[in-house]
């Protein structure tokens, strides 16, 4: 218990008692938990006889594109960075650096690409340029002008189209002619650019879409007039002035967007006509078998339209889904239209679980492709000469399998048989896919198998081995069956009584219980270092059905603090080796916001804790985000008293360690000064890791010093090892 008021700034020194917390840490940020070196974004190529897929070096995150024949099982470099820089540095925009921070990008060298539809080409960016890529003869094209972002294949292959400046253009490849098609974007107005909260919690980063016959595009413009500038200065370069940023607050205004169609060759925009003001959110939008269809959503996120568009911008409804609490968003790949345009795909919460179903063109709904107690996830391939659907999902909440499943419904046939979670890509084609695996038993890596099943080969990896299969024990606990794992060192000894630590999220976009093994590295690490660690699903989180996650609405804390308690309790009857009165709390960004909140609540459970980039106060935070789960500080302002941190910061009792990087845009360094700010305040101590970046720790060295901090601060407060 700390008697005089103090903050403390770490600094980074490696103490010696550390030594191999940092060895292991270190190796994880240095290997991306061992997943460099794998190959990335596998694309099988159309005509089923190789894949594609990037891959860097084991320790380096610059990724070279490969090409891998599946006859002769020999891999070879289609095209490397240093290729095209000639020796030069990439240099990234803002705006791509904005990108890449919305998509989690932590990856250099070529962090995409596109294979066209007939599998001859390859669309590459690099450093703000644009690069066609012949796959027959090697020949690279560079097209016209520098900084370009989001560049996407027409259709045919024969254009691309591309922002910048804020302005659609497309470029001819062969003629090398840009024709910009938009004009009139300035700082408030943008023409092909997903707005904020479509890029960081719509899982939308397209702005533009190329019609099916290649003769024209829908493009979002969005007015960012009405929204807050928020502004990030760079306290490591003070030269340099601060960066705006248009940040849709809680109960303030958003960016106000609509849909227009223009001609490829250029010409007057069309404007799709849908209540912008009924349905202010474009949060999905199809336009390849069918016709353009868009899915729009009101402010309070409780009513969703799918709308199909003609080519006068006129809409007609095909579908319409509501819910009382809120609806979450079924994956970027919906609505899925079929190829013969006999109907579409949609996926719906509607029965309690996520189903996959089937609808006319009309927008009738036809049938459930899967059963109620089977989670469907997203869907991966339609094969209409089969008529079936190669998808994702589970009977079980800690994997994700692949599964073969009739359009007119059935029991799905599973096509992935180890425990863990797979993700499958068959690009342009039906015959073999791709599946991204990393499993419980400690496997990773991507392996290539036919429509049955069967494997086929497995292409090269580069990526180191871990040092060691993570020792985790899966258990369910309490009398509401909360999914929960337990994590002992390596070198346990059954005898000895260890401290806790409790390492968590709980909120409702991320489940921590899931049968991999490299998620849970991490967690090792920190159980070698003289702890067990435990991670629990509360009520609140995904994968568990309609009413599991809805209990939350209104109130972000108090059902996942009382379960995370009655959870960590019930673990410990279990393994009696916990030693309760020296449990600790960890958790980033959500999981930051929750370990500050249980340090201050519940001082007779957690001993310390510390809060990684925590949203403190949820007025703070983005429109699209907060108000799904607590409405908006308007209408439920009790709700957001008893969320924001700041209501109990004068009850801390236990050491708190407050971590935040200094310029973050997602959960900006305002939410930590906030608490600093409470805590002074009301004569609270408190200590301070200030760390140079963004919401993401890029950085391996930074990462690793930041993990070795925080299992310092553990040891000296929970007496590890006593």
């Known amino acids: 218990m700390f008697r005089t008021i103090f903050a403390a700034i770490l600094v980074f020194a490696a103490p010696p008692a550390l030594a191999a917390a940092g060895d292991c840490f270190a190796d994880l940020a240095a290997t991306h938990n061992y997943t460099n070196g794998f190959a990335a974004d596998p694309t ?6 190789s894949v594609l897929y990037l891959r860097s070096g084991p320790r380096d995150t610059v990724q070279r594109l490969y090409e891998f024949d599946l006859a002769s099982h020999r891999e070879r470099e289609l095209i490397a960075p240093e290729t095209l820089l000639g020796g030069q540095q ?14 989690r990008i932590e990856v250099h060298g070529f962090v995409s690409y596109e294979l066209s539809r007939d599998g001859k080409r390859v669309l590459l960016s690099l450093g703000g340029k644009l690069y066609v890529l012949e796959r027959a003869s090697g020949k690279v094209t560079a097209l016209p002008g520098t900084d370009w972002l989001s560049p996407k294949f027409s259709p045919d292959a024969t ?3 591309a922002l910048n400046n804020d302005e659609l253009h497309v470029i001819d490849i062969t003629s090398a002619t840009d024709t910009q098609l938009t004009r009139g974007a300035g700082p408030t107005l943008t023409h092909g650019e997903a707005e904020f909260v479509a890029q960081e919690e719509m899982d939308r980063s397209d702005g533009f879409w190329w019609s099916p016959d290649s003769k024209s595009l829908a493009y979002e413009e969005a007015d960012l007039s009405p929204v807050e500038v928020h502004y990030i200065a760079d306290p490591l370069h003070p030269d340099a002035a601060p960066v705006a940023f248009r940040y849709p607050r809680a109960g303030t205004a958003n960016a106000k967007v609509r849909l227009g169609i223009i001609s490829a060759a250029g010409g007057a925009t069309t404007w799709v006509a849908w209540d912008n003001a009924a349905y202010p959110y474009l949060v999905r939008l199809s336009w390849r078998d069918g016709p353009l269809t868009l899915v729009v959503e009101n402010r309070a996120l409780t009513e969703e339209r799918i709308l199909a568009a003609d080519a006068l911008g006129a809409t007609r409804p095909l579908w319409t889904e509501r819910d009382a609490a809120w609806l979450e968003l079924p994956p970027p790949v919906f609505p899925k239209w079929l190829p013969d345009r006999s109907g579409f795909l949609w996926a719906s919460e509607r029965n309690g679980q996520w189903q996959l179903e089937r609808h006319d063109a009309g927008g009738k ?10 989670r469907f996830d997203t869907l991966i391939d339609v094969d209409t000469k089969t008529r079936t659907a190669v998808i994702e999902g589970s009977r079980d909440r800690e994997t994700r399998d692949i599964w073969r499943v009739k359009l007119t419904g059935g029991e799905p046939t599973a096509l992935s048989h180890a425990r863990g979670l797979h993700q499958a890509s068959f690009g342009e084609q039906h015959a073999i896919y791709a599946d991204e695996f990393d499993n419980q038993d400690g496997s990773a890596g991507v392996a290539i198998f036919d429509a049955a099943g069967k494997t086929i080969a497995t292409p090269p990896s580069r990526a180191e081995k871990p040092r060691f299969v993570p020792s985790v024990e899966y258990m369910t606990v309490g009398a509401r069956g909360f999914d929960a794992l337990v ?15 409790l390492a968590e999220y709980t909120g409702p976009t991320s489940k921590e219980v899931q049968a991999s093994a490299r998620k849970s590295l991490d967690r090792q690490c920190m159980a070698d270092e003289g ?5 629990l699903d509360n009520r609140g989180t995904p994968d568990r059905g309609h009413d599991w996650l809805r209990v939350i609405k209104g109130d972000f804390i108090d059902t996942a603090l009382n379960d995370q308690v009655e959870g960590l309790r019930a673990i410990a009857a279990r393994v009696p080796q916990m030693d309760l009165s020296r449990a600790g ?7 930051g916001y929750f370990a500050a909140m249980a340090t201050m609540r519940r001082p007779d459970v957690f001993a310390a804790g510390v809060a990684g980039a925590p949203v403190v106060d949820w007025q703070d935070y983005d429109t699209y985000y907060t108000e799904r789960y607590i409405q908006t500080p308007q209408t439920n302002p009790s709700g957001y008293r008893r969320s924001s941190v700041l209501s109990y910061a004068d009850q801390l009792k236990r050491p708190l360690l407050v971590v935040h990087g200094v310029t973050d845009d997602n959960v900006y360094f305002q939410n930590t000064m906030q608490l600093i700010m409470a805590l002074l305040k009301a004569g609270k101590p408190y200590q301070l890791l ?24 553990f040891q000296k407060n929970l007496a590890a090892g006593k």
Not at 90 to 103: G, I, M, N, P
Not at 585 to 591: A, R
Not at 695 to 702: E, K, N, Q, R, V
């Open 159 to 161: 254009r691309v189209a």
């Open 487 to 501: 994590m002992r060192p390596r070198d346990f000894d059954a005898k000895r009584h260890y401290p806790v630590i």
């Open 690 to 713: 200030l760390l140079p970046g963004t919401h993401m720790l890029a950085d391996p060295a930074i990462r690793a010093r930041e993990s070795e901090r925080v299992m310092e601060f």
């Open 90 to 103: 990439e240099k990234l925009s803002a705006e791509e650096k904005a990108r890449r921070e919305r998509r």
């Open 365 to 374: 709904l036809l049938n459930a492709i899967t059963p109620k107690d089977f």
């Open 44 to 49: 099988p190529a159309p005509d089923g006889k």
């Open 531 to 535: 702890f067990i660690v435990v991670s």
């Open 585 to 591: 709390v960890v958790g980033w960004s959500f999981g």
